[in-house]
């Protein structure tokens, strides 16, 4: 069985293939990146074979690979002017076709839902990307979930083709990379933070949808405290002058970190914290703190609940529910650390299940399921 995943270049997806391959699933070894129009990638397509195309992120196909500040005006503005061009209704239209062709090849598509949506999308934008998806899950043959909870969001917002096979596999976890002997306390004073005080930290791109005005207005608005926030993850000036100017001292931009140092600087944390958009299909955060064993705040979304279950501390998305949250989280290592290595405990019996073998090996399945009707 032969697979085409597009986009194949995120790290999602490189992880995902290098855990099919040792299943036995044969890969198309070509790099089809962010920005690779469907269209123009139709004849490769077609040339590698496949029983099955996995799509992620319908956006990726519609859109320019770029990067730097000019392409990303030049996106926007050809974007905006969609609507009042046709270039949308064109690009839909080709783009719809080229599945149409997949399927009438008798090549089977799998989707998976990273999220309804394309973050931050908005006007014409919007609108395309939601056409755009309504045609995908039309033509669906199979679609992935990352939780129960976002298959019956897709589900209610699209309309799948009849038959679809639905399946809920979790997102997938990586190993901890740190050295088995680097010690919390070796890990602070690696990066020059005091021994004793919460050390709180979150990872991810830093944008709008994070909140993380919240967490920073919540540890630099917390009295006599030796709290302190590390936060992992790049993002524009614009972005991140601001946080850093209201976090003070206690908040701590370290950018961009490899797997390796993530892992470093994980050792050094109490606890994971994040205020995701409720709304998001999938979020990386839980399956972070399932990776490095480090229990985690967070605001009470349907997803991280799923995922995370009792292991969380969850707290009321303002700054005073953070606060009480980080004041529980203190008593809760100072007082308790029984309940807090009970937490670890249970999210190292958690990512169990949701080890990158696992996630291949069922989305293997998904693709077996569906060979005896690959061709006509």
Same mark, same amino acid.
């Given at each position: 069985?032969? +697979? ?9 997806? *490189?992880?995902?293939?290098?855990? &099919? ?6 890969? #198309? ?59 949308? =209704? ?11 062709? +997949?399927?009438?090849?008798? +090549?089977?598509?799998?989707?998976? &839902? ?14 395309? $990307? ?22 019956? *969001? ?6 799948? /083709? ?10 997938? %976890? ?6 088995? #002997?680097?010690? !919390? ?20 791109? +830093? ?24 936060? %992992? ?12 100017? /209201?976090?003070?001292? /206690?908040?701590?931009?370290?950018? /961009? ?11 050094? $944390? #109490? ?28 605001? #009470?979304? !349907? ?16 700054? $005073? ?19 807090? *290595? ?25 693709? =077996? ?8």
């Amino acid at each position: 069985m032969k +697979i085409v995943h597009l986009p194949n270049t995120h790290w999602y997806q *490189q992880s995902l293939i290098r855990a &099919l391959r040792e299943t036995g699933v044969a890969v #198309d070894p070509r790099d089809w990146g962010w920005g690779t129009y469907l269209p123009d990638a139709l004849p490769g397509v077609l040339a590698a074979q496949p029983d099955v195309v996995h799509l992620h992120w319908p956006e990726a196909w519609c859109r320019q690979a770029v990067h730097g500040l000019f392409p990303r005006l030049v996106r926007r503005i050809r974007l905006l002017a969609a609507g009042r061009t046709g270039e949308r =209704e064109r690009w839909l239209r080709e783009t719809t076709g080229a599945l149409e062709h +997949i399927r009438s090849a008798g +090549i089977r598509l799998v989707w998976t &839902l990273h999220n309804l949506r394309p973050h931050g999308a908005a006007g014409e934008e919007l609108a395309a $990307a939601d056409q755009l998806y309504r045609a995908v899950a039309e033509r669906a043959d199979g679609a992935i979930h990352h939780s129960r909870w976002g298959e019956a *969001q897709a589900q209610a917002a699209y309309a799948f /083709r009849p038959g679809c096979r639905h399946a809920v596999i979790p997102f997938g %976890v990586f190993p901890d990379e740190a050295p088995a #002997d680097l010690t !919390p306390a070796a890990a602070r004073r690696d990066l020059d933070l005091p021994p004793a005080g919460l050390v709180l930290l979150t990872v991810g791109t +830093i944008g709008p949808r994070k909140n993380l005005e919240l967490l920073v207005d919540a540890v630099a608005g917390l009295p006599n405290s030796d709290c302190r926030l590390l936060v %992992v993850g790049g993002g524009s000036p614009s972005e991140l002058n601001p946080l850093a100017a /209201r976090g003070g001292p /206690r908040v701590r931009f370290l950018g /961009r970190l490899d797997q390796a140092g993530l892992s470093r600087t994980v050792r050094a $944390a #109490d606890f994971l914290l994040y205020a995701p958009d409720p709304e998001q299909l999938t979020s990386g955060g839980p399956h972070t703190s399932e990776t490095f064993l480090k229990p985690q705040l967070t605001t #009470d979304t !349907p997803y991280a609940r799923e995922v995370l279950g009792d292991t969380a501390l969850y707290f009321e998305p303002t700054v $005073a529910g953070l606060q009480e949250a980080l004041r529980q989280a203190r008593r809760l290592i100072e007082s308790a650390p029984e309940e807090y *290595q009970a937490r670890i405990a249970r999210l190292a019996a958690r990512r169990q299940t949701h080890g990158w073998p696992d996630v291949a090996r069922a989305i293997a399945a998904l693709y =077996e399921s569906l060979r005896t009707d690959l061709r006509p």
